[in-house]
């Protein structure tokens, strides 16, 4: 008797309660699309030029680069030889500055976790510096620098450097919060120093992770490289800016460096992300990296 | 017993040997670390750096971001003054009107502080405590400065048709048709109004008592000098950018991620045209779909929307369907043992396990698009990337650019923030990727 009298009410309190929360759903997703759309308004009142315009021309640009490199394409392998300095240029942008950021970010996530850090007290400042590291675009301390230091690649080098030593510190610290702490008490126990500690205790167990991350940051930072030479800090942006403004009929030596661009990212995707797959998953890590 | 002495001492030697692996292994890769860093080093001339290093550009840009200066110049042929903050016209005072620190007169007086004083007239004058008065006559000859007696400090530069001094007070400069001198103050000058305003100069005291807020924001978010409402629309369209072009991608993603992801698409060529499409969308990259972009829509905040929307579409499309090849089929099942359609088994068996993943993602995405956003608005025109490379071209303007630094951390830390808070309001308690 009881229970058949609660059972239709529990039957519509369940119902009443999935209602109210699918009627929270249905009005958070209508304000979404009212915000997107909206927003996609703001866009495009805000642009030069329209939308509905512009949308027949999509094609244009990429048909003329496209038709110029083709008409030309006996002169592309030369082009591709006069721009392959500027390239590796940009890769090696991209190279140095991945690895002092990987090797300041090293020693910055070990002062920066709780546990490991020799100084405690010095974990959270640390930690704002690694946000606002982390905050500030590249492109505005390559700006900065290259009125300081006149073009080239040295600012941009140094811009992505600093922004990798902030993302890739909080990556690794919080790798490093998930490191077990027995191999170093182990150590400490035997009476090993600090760096001791870290190199034997800690290192093994991260770095497959740290790797995977350091190359993952390497594609992001080729990107960067790229965009940066475009504002001016040498590599092949540069050049693609200058061929850029050479104009129509000229396209072909644009077509080159888009194709140069076009083939450095894939084949650093590829080659690294079957890098980044056997390091997580040969060794039974399966975990952020893996998805990222 | 030999045995075990025997054993152990193989033992012993193989562990040595994989001891000494690791040790070689352990020094060549700083060794090839090190060497690489050299190659690079000495490809882009870093030792060649410290030539190149521009120490006045240096020191304008940090003088200029925590002070500003005030221009009083006479022009010697006819004897007018102008008087301009940073020598803007923007910053210019109304004719007659002048700072408390310059008395306008036939011969103007300007006190620098601590007891410099110059005087500006048909003879200039410039008493420099502890050292002496400076006087000059320029016109058609020269500037015929007189200098106090003794050796000329490396303070002054003097020649024929040019004199300036520069102290800790302030700057002088004269030449044959123009005398002219600075003096510098903390802050950024004329940062709420500017000088045409009749709120220049108040107290928030009096502005509060004054009651005309309206006026007083119409001033405030019209500052020439500042541009208050371009600054705050830029920073809007920099994040409009970054919202548009993740959410749109993230939408036109997942229906893809599904045709590319193993276990919901059953035609092969179709899960490979999408594998290669997100391939290609990601590996043609934000700096040539924003080139591409722009010319056909032109600058502004849609171009940027839609070339991170073009880019993102190809990662997310990527990790979607990465995440869909992970979905558990036992949820599926027992979804499709209630009778559940296609799209039922889609909407309760699949979706709420992607969802976590899905939002974490993107929530992520659109932190880091608004570092993009800032880079592609400079780029393609649009945002606050846009003022902050405008500014820096001037050269002069530092301020500014100090303050669209400080307002972009502001807002990439608050966007951090925000989504941060998102993702754990939002997927609170499920296990989320990164």
């Known amino acids: 008797m009881h229970q058949t009298t609660d059972a239709p009410q529990i039957t519509a309190d369940y119902l009443a309660h999935a209602c109210q929360k699918r009627m929270m759903n249905m009005i958070l997703l209508v304000v979404f699309v009212a915000l997107l759309i909206g ?73 920066a976790t709780r546990g490991l850090a020799p100084a405690p007290r010095l974990v959270a400042p640390l930690r704002r510096v690694l946000d606002v590291l982390r905050a500030v675009p590249e492109i505005v301390i390559a700006l900065v620098l290259i009125f300081l230091l006149g073009g080239g690649p040295v600012p941009a080098m140094i811009a992505i450097a600093l922004h990798t030593v902030g993302a890739l510190g909080k990556l690794f610290s919080e790798v490093n919060e998930n490191a077990s702490l027995k191999p170093v008490d182990g150590l400490e126990s035997v009476g090993a120093g600090w760096l001791q500690r870290m190199v034997l205790g800690v290192v093994p167990q991260v770095a497959p992770n740290y790797l995977s991350y350091a190359l993952l940051r390497f594609e992001i930072n080729i990107r960067a490289s790229a965009i940066l030479g475009f504002v001016g800090a040498g ?30 990212i894939i084949i650093v995707d590829q080659v690294s992300s079957h890098f980044r797959n056997s390091l997580t998953h040969g060794r039974a890590y399966q975990d952020k990296g893996a998805i990222l | 017993m030999t045995d075990l002495t025997a054993s152990s001492s193989t033992t012993r030697q193989t562990a040595r040997r994989s001891f000494r692996r690791k ?52 022009d010697n042929r006819n004897g007018e003054m102008e008087i301009a903050i940073e020598g803007e016209r923007k910053g210019r005072y109304a004719p007659g009107q002048a700072p408390s620190w310059v008395i306008l007169g036939e011969t103007t007086r300007v006190e620098l502080g601590n007891g410099h004083v110059v005087e500006l007239g048909p003879e200039v004058t410039y008493d420099v405590p502890g050292y002496g008065l400076i006087t000059a006559t320029p016109g058609r000859s020269g500037v015929n400065a007189t200098l106090p007696e003794g050796p000329l400090p490396e303070w002054i530069n003097a020649s024929k048709n040019r004199l300036a001094v520069t102290t800790d007070a302030g700057r002088l400069t004269i030449t044959r048709n123009r005398a002219e001198v600075f003096r510098y103050f903390n802050g950024w000058e004329l940062f709420f109004f500017t000088l045409d305003s009749p709120y220049y100069g108040m107290s928030p005291l009096d502005l509060l008592r004054s009651g005309d807020y309206g006026a007083i924001w119409q001033d405030f978010w019209t500052n020439k000098m500042w541009r208050h409402g371009d600054v705050a629309w830029a920073l809007v369209e920099t994040v409009l950018m970054a919202f548009l072009g993740t959410f749109g991608a993230a939408m036109i993603a997942l229906p893809l991620g599904f045709l590319a992801a193993k276990n919901f698409s059953p035609l092969g060529g179709l899960r490979f045209a999408a594998r290669r499409l997100f391939d290609f969308l990601r590996g043609v990259d934000g700096l040539i779909w924003t080139i591409v972009l722009s010319r056909a829509f032109g600058p502004g905040p849609l171009t940027g929307s839609l070339a991170i929307l073009l880019t993102d579409t190809g990662t997310f499309g990527k990790i979607f369907s990465e995440a869909l090849e992970n979905v558990d089929d036992k949820q599926i099942e027992g979804i499709a043992s209630t009778g559940a359609a296609p799209v039922q088994r889609y909407r309760f068996g699949v979706i709420p396990q992607i969802t976590p993943v899905l939002l974490s993602q993107v929530l992520y995405y659109l932190e880091s698009n608004t ?64």
């Open chain 1, 235 to 264: 590599g092949i942006g540069y050049d693609l800016r200058n061929t850029m403004s050479w104009g129509q009929g000229k396209f072909d030596e644009a077509a080159a460096i888009f194709l140069l661009i076009f083939g450095t």
């Open chain 2, 23 to 74: 040790r070689i292994a352990g020094l060549t890769a700083p060794v090839l670390i090190l060497a690489y860093l050299t190659y690079v080093f000495v490809a882009f001339d870093v030792a060649g750096l410290g030539e190149r290093i521009n120490v006045s550009n240096m020191k304008t840009l940090v003088a200029d971001s925590y002070s500003y200066k005030t221009h009083v110049a006479r």
């Open chain 1, 39 to 111: 927003g996609f308004g703001t866009a495009n009142a805000r642009n030069a030029g329209g939308f509905l315009n512009g949308l027949p021309n999509v094609f244009d640009f990429p048909a003329d680069v496209l038709g110029e490199a083709w008409e030309r394409a006996h002169l592309l392998p030369g082009y591709f030889l006069k721009y392959l300095p500027s390239l590796i240029e940009t890769v090696n942008i991209a190279g140095a500055a991945t690895l002092i950021g990987a090797l300041l970010a090293f020693f910055g996530a070990l002062l």
């Open chain 2, 371 to 434: 570092r993009s956003a800032t880079i592609i608005g400079a780029i393609t025109g649009g945002g606050i990337g846009l003022l902050l490379t405008q500014a820096i071209i001037t050269q002069k303007d530092w301020e500014e650019v100090s303050y669209y630094i400080v307002l972009i951390i502001l807002m990439v830390v608050a966007m951090d923030t925000i989504s941060g808070w998102l993702r754990s309001k939002l997927i609170s308690g499920t296990e989320a990727g990164h």
